[in-house]
């Protein structure tokens, strides 16, 4: 159980001796040791002349388990503080979500904003994830102390200077102080503003402004941590701020900067502090670069005197400390008042960026371009991006400037894996490169978390024209048998025929996929270079596109040869890939050509004539043809005009597609509901609510279907097909031998069956299984004479009950879920005395995430007309 006896009697005796008030700020963070076994550090906070100072305190691991964690090191610092280190190592039985909890009787005395807080317990908590998923994780770790002062009517900042050294990424809120097990203390107040008090979700800056009273005050707040997009931890820090009145002035910070710096080179910056009041004032940094493995970052005061302070900061960097947040420093400046000593807290960001990769070349052929580069001398460097544009742009980054901008006309076209895979050839995709275009790269060094290095110098090149220089592939045939495709070529001009007398010997090759390789499908004897052209046929030009490469053999006795040996040009006819959707088809035109194709002209039949019809024109590789009607067949053909450069001449050519037919149909499903769930705990019943697409994203949703699972990973079931689009509301009645926890989501679906995607899952585990009651009364009356829970739909198995009078002694104990206590003295036939007794119950609750141990701690009043037992009170 998490509440000990020593807890029980602190509570019921009320004990308030100044050896239990002493806890003022704390937080527990961790780090991963190797496989499931991780070592916590529990940071406290507490005040000097306290006689309670713990030489140990007692951890609980959230799986049923606690352990004694020693104190390592204990700090004197100014104010009455004391800084204790307290570590310990566990091991827990499996991946799981863990709620760490430290409590301590007490707080200190007098805190504005806490109830009797000289009586509450002080609790911290960690909330962290072991998951195979998300990997290993090391918690955040929090720089600088909470032990600040803040002064009636100023604005009041404190900012843990968290860093996180596994990158991870954080974000901040308040939370409500906790108390005895880990829960939010009753009637806890925030403290009271002149305007307002929150947490900066993005830098940690927990801003009070301004307070209006003194005194003491307690707040906390969450460091949350997440990776790939999910939450995998959450520390609480508690902190204790003092309010006094004082004519003293803060100091004043430079403001937040960023500053970018690439890796291996020193980054050097200074900031001067002044105070209005012409006070000495004390400058300390805090933040991760302070406490990396390797040449750690410093500062230190280049000069000061009366209301001022300069510092320069220092950090010669390295590529191991390249990652893609900026690590976060703060400057935390405390003037030297005789009245009270005041601090101002600023951020300022260092993002250190990996240098580029150099040694960029690219090397052409009649089809492809391939570009290679030098090794990374980054060890972490996990692979490159490899980005692309047409023709030149003069781009130099700055500091700042990681990856290439969008602004810069590149475009990322591929991504190697491997810090060594140093190459990447262009052009062997589907579409190609075209001839005449100059293609211009450049290269960044990709890590795991995502960060990019500085850009590449760009490298440019352009395709060598092949020989022959292909300038038609055109279906002029359509037939499933006996269709025709038109194939030419470039006549050289500068070809020296001296050396090629001929006759020439052509061969065609075609291929039915560019995955396949072409084979030749004829040869034939030429002899003139002029005889540029050849029909292919007959061929099922219905059904596919075809590849081409044309090679000429110089057939002269004893001197045969390839004429253009290894820059041999590829080209395939035009195709439609038509897409459906309602009342409208998508025409995609693919290709791989080596000349440009500036305008493609649309060409419909119609469905009365059989004519085709020309009905639009388009620059792009893509024409939608919309206000079709749905369920009715429609057939194209285009005509791509397009050109292409031959030694020094431009060549126009004009080149016609297959036939593609398209039938426009609704495809498109609606957008997926909204959903709510809430919770009748009392009823059984999960009440789910969603939004109607048809009001914002459709206009023809007709059902709907929920789905159910008891496991938030699934799989799940349809629970029920709702067939009024109006009706978005259904009441899951959970029948008794279930668990009313549950997971849920829907999806709406069209009049062509078109099912959306899902709505965000829901789950609900709010209901509380197992209750019991305050009171009972085992007299005469037969009525309410057991003390018993209720569980609720049976659902819970196992519990530890234990039940204590006033003096802490232990009266009766059960392990039965349904049990009944008729208010007997344990082992005896007595009755207890009438009066107020104390219970401590471990449940073991059925939950989503398996068997929760929720610990119930409360009182229960005994009534009884019967002689009461004599217990003797403890001397």
């Known amino acids: 159980m998490r509440n000990t006896i020593a807890y029980i009697t602190l509570f019921l005796m009320n004990f308030t001796a100044l050896s239990a008030t002493h806890n003022r700020a704390g937080e527990i963070t961790y780090r991963h040791i190797s496989g499931l076994t991780y070592e916590f550090t529990i940071t406290t906070y507490t005040y000097k002349l306290s006689q309670a100072n713990r030489s140990e305190l007692r951890i609980e691991w959230g799986d049923n388990t606690s352990s004694i964690a020693p104190l390592i090191q204990r700090t004197d610092l100014p104010d009455y503080y004391f800084h204790n280190v307290y570590k310990s190592t566990h091991t827990f039985p499996g991946p799981g979500i863990y709620e760490i909890l430290m409590q301590d009787p007490n707080r200190n005395a007098g805190v504005q904003n806490i109830p009797n807080s000289v009586n509450v317990v002080f609790s911290i908590k960690t909330t962290f994830i072991i998951n195979s998923y998300t990997g290993a994780n090391n918690s955040p770790v929090l720089l600088n102390p909470p032990k600040d002062r803040a002064a009636l009517g100023h604005i009041f900042i404190h900012n843990p200077s968290a860093f996180d050294p596994d990158g991870d990424s954080l974000s901040y809120n308040l939370a409500i102080c906790s108390e005895q097990n880990g829960k939010p203390i009753a ?335 004829d040869s034939f004897q030429i002899t003139s270079l002029s005889d540029t052209i050849y029909p292919d046929s007959p061929l099922n030009t219905a059904r596919y596109p075809y590849y081409y490469s044309v090679k000429i053999i110089n057939n002269t006795p004893g001197n045969r040869f390839e004429i ?113 769930v809430v919770a009748l705990c009392d009823s059984s019943t999960n009440v789910l609510t969603w939004t109607n697409p048809n009001n914002y994203c459709a206009d023809d949703v007709v059902k709907y279907k929920v789905y159910y699972s008891i496991d938030p990973d699934g799989p799940f079931d349809t629970l029920v097909t709702v067939f009024d689009p109006l009706d978005t509301v259904y009441r899951h009645i959970i029948p008794d031998n279930l668990q009313l926890a549950g997971c849920y989501y829907v999806t709406a679906i069209d009049s062509f069956e078109n099912e959306s995607l899902p709505s965000p899952t829901i789950c609900v585990d709010d209901c509380y299984l197992y209750e019991l009651p305050n009171v009972f009364t085992p007299n005469s009356d037969e009525i ?50 009438p009066g107020i007794y104390y219970y401590l119950c471990d449940v073991y609750e059925p939950r989503l995430t398996g068997i929760y141990i929720r610990n119930m701690a409360g009182f229960v009043y005994v009534f009884t007309d019967e002689a009461p037992a004599a217990i003797p009170k403890p001397e």
């Open 187 to 521: 009637n806890y107040a925030f403290p009271n503003t002149s305007d307002t008090l929150f947490v900066n979700a993005a830098t940690g800056d927990l801003v009070w402004d301004s307070p209006v009273d003194t005194g003491k005050f307690n707040i906390a707040m969450n460091i949350e941590e997440w990776r790939k997009g999910i939450k995998i931890g959450n520390i609480v820090r508690d902190m204790q701020i003092e309010v006094f009145r004082t004519d003293n002035n803060p100091p004043v910070n430079p403001e937040s900067q960023s500053f970018c710096v690439e890796a291996g080179s020193v980054i050097q910056f200074s900031l001067t502090t002044t105070d209005a009041d012409n006070d000495y004032i004390i400058q300390q940094m805090t933040g991760g670069p302070f406490i990396m493995s390797v040449d750690t970052a410093t500062f230190k005061i280049d000069s000061s005197g009366r209301g001022f302070s300069t510092l320069t900061f220092t950090w010669p960097t390295h590529c191991d400390d390249v990652r893609k947040l900026p690590y976060q420093i703060v400057l935390k400046s405390e003037d030297i008042n005789a009245d009270i000593s005041l601090v101002d807290i600023d951020n300022y960001y260092i993002t250190v960026i990996a240098p580029a990769p150099e040694g960029l070349t690219a090397t052409s052929t009649s089809t492809n371009i391939t570009v290679e580069w030098d090794q990374s001398r980054c060890s972490k460097v996990t692979g490159y991006n490899i980005y692309r544009r047409n023709d030149r742009y003069d781009f130099t980054p700055d500091s700042c400037e990681y990856g290439v901008p969008g602004y810069t006309g590149y475009t990322k076209i591929a991504t190697v894996s491997g810090r060594s895979d140093t190459s990447f050839t262009d052009g062997t995709g589907s579409e190609g490169l075209l001839q005449g275009i100059e293609y211009c790269y450049i290269v960044t060094a990709v890590f795991a978390d995502g960060a990019e290095s500085y850009a590449s110098s760009a490298v440019c090149a352009s395709l060598i024209p092949g020989l022959p220089a292909l300038t038609n592939v055109s279906v002029v045939a359509n037939d499933p048998v006996n269709g025709e495709i038109f194939i030419s070529w470039a006549r050289p001009r500068n070809f020296d025929t001296i050396a090629a007398p001929g006759p020439y010997v052509v061969h065609i090759f075609r291929s039915e996929s560019i995955d396949i390789a072409p084979v030749i499908t």
């Open 564 to 676: 253009g040996e290894g820059f041999t040009e590829i080209a395939s006819s035009l195709y439609l890939d038509i897409e459906p959707e309602d009342n409208l088809l998508t025409l995609n035109f693919r290709k791989k050509v080596p000349w440009v194709n500036t305008e493609y002209i649309i060409y419909r039949q119609n469905h009365n004539t059989l004519l085709f019809d020309s009905v639009g024109h388009t620059a792009g590789d893509f024409y939608i043809d919309s206000n079709l009607a749905n369920m009715t067949e429609y057939c194209y053909k285009v005509v791509s005009m397009g050109w292409r450069p031959f030694d020094s001449l431009i060549f126009m050519n004009e080149n016609i597609s297959h036939i593609g037919c398209g039938t426009p149909q609704d495809v498109t499903p609606p957008c997926p509901p909204d959903l709510t």
């Open 784 to 833: 309410n004479r057991y003390f018993r829970a209720n569980n609720r739909n049976n659902a819970v198995k196992e519990i530890s009950l234990k039940v204590f009078n006033r003096w802490g002694q232990l009266v009766y104990e059960s392990t039965d879920p349904n049990f009944q206590w008729d208010g007997k003295i344990m082992n005896t036939n007595k009755l207890v005395s």
